[in-house]
């Protein structure tokens, strides 16, 4: 079964640096999603995008995050100046359809803020 | 605004002893509703999904669950559990067609052979 990939599956990162999370969504997949999860807390949206385009994005989406799709495979979340509170598991997902269809999820980016 | 509940934290069974987890979400809306899985080390999986239907759906390794309307309410449930089913169990839900997902706290199982 076709599967999401993320890299690498742990980052750390000085605080104030920027740091960059990959991810491979599956191949006929239209839509892209980044989640993220503290630790103890629940999963929560950051973006979703759609036609090379952000289509919705949360509250902590701020302009620290930006998301990018480089090439016709990847999709990337950059953090440009890391801070402490960032510091949780990423995860990406993709699906074909929207809300009309399941997610797929990667295993996941922890990222380490130190 | 949109969020998902889900009533317990952590569920330790036996084998062979039922189980129900339950799921209440807050939207007045049309919803698209999931359970998704997380076993120890590994990324999140499809459970099973209900879109519109037959309430009571049937997902992989013998889950099932049922969306109550009127009661916003979308149970997970399996008449025998084994110790490979112990992992976390996350209710969500999509309220539009763009597709973000809204998740529950996660409900952890620990299934004691």
């Known amino acids: 079964e076709p599967e999401v990939t993320q890299t690498p599956s742990h980052q750390v990162t000085q605080m104030g640096q920027e740091v960059i999370l990959r991810c491979v969504p599956i191949s006929n997949h239209l839509y892209f999603y980044w989640y993220r999860q503290i630790l103890g807390q629940k999963v929560e949206f950051l973006v979703s995008f759609y036609n090379n385009e952000i289509s919705e994005k949360s509250e902590i989406f701020d302009d620290q995050f930006s998301v990018e799709r480089p090439d016709g495979s990847n999709f990337t979340l950059k953090i440009r100046s890391t801070k402490l509170e960032d510091s949780a598991m990423y995860f990406c997902a993709s699906s074909e359809n929207g809300g009309r269809q399941p997610q797929h999820f990667g295993d996941g980016t922890r990222l380490s803020i130190l | 605004a949109q969020s998902v509940s889900q009533h317990n934290h952590h569920v330790i069974l036996s084998e062979a002893a039922s189980l129900e987890l339950g799921c209440n979400y807050s939207y007045g809306g049309t919803v698209n509703l999931f359970w998704y899985v997380q076993y120890p080390g590994q990324h999140l999986q499809l459970l099973l999904k209900y879109f519109s239907g037959d309430p009571l759906v049937k997902g992989i390794k013998g889950f099932e669950a049922e969306f109550i309307k009127s009661k916003f309410s979308f149970n997970l449930r399996k008449p025998s559990v084994q110790w490979s089913d112990t992992a976390e169990y996350f209710c969500?839900?999509?309220?539009?067609?763009?597709?973000?997902?809204?998740f529950g706290q996660g409900t952890e199982l620990s299934v004691k052979p």
């Open positions: 969500a839900v999509i309220t539009n067609q763009g597709g973000k997902l809204i």
